[in-house]
């Protein structure tokens, strides 16, 4: 739990930075030329944040359609957590996060192929 408590004011404290035009450029892009499957996920905190739908799916659409998902199961572990004081294992969970590790490498490199620069960071 503290854990999540320190990654919630680390991310509040970044987006707070990002808002006023310093945010940290995505080293994986740096270093290759390449897009990662999490470039664009500021611009589209920022932009969800602001109601802009649009301009947050064009930010990341992966991270746009699984964010629901997600959300709802870090939720659930978070009820688990408080109510029973432990997160039960559940194998549909672990082979839920198995799957969308897959579908996000499976994004990055589709982003960066010709033909799909639709998927690049806008």
């Known amino acids: 739990m503290i854990m999540l408590a320190a990654l919630t004011a680390a991310g509040i404290i970044y987006f707070i930075f990002a808002e006023h035009g310093h945010s940290l450029p995505c080293v994986f892009y740096e270093l290759t030329g390449f897009y990662c499957p999490g470039c664009g996920s500021t611009r589209f905190a920022r932009r969800l944040l602001n109601f802009d739908i649009p301009g947050a799916f064009k930010s990341n659409p992966a991270v746009f359609l699984t964010a629901p998902l997600l959300s709802a199961v870090i939720i659930r572990r978070i009820y ?6 432990y997160t039960p294992k559940s194998k549909w969970l672990e082979i839920l996060c198995y799957i969308f590790a897959a579908l996000l490498v499976l994004f990055g490199v589709v982003r960066n192929l010709p033909g799909f620069e639709f998927l690049t960071p806008q």
């Open 80 to 85: 688990y957590y408080i109510r029973y004081g």
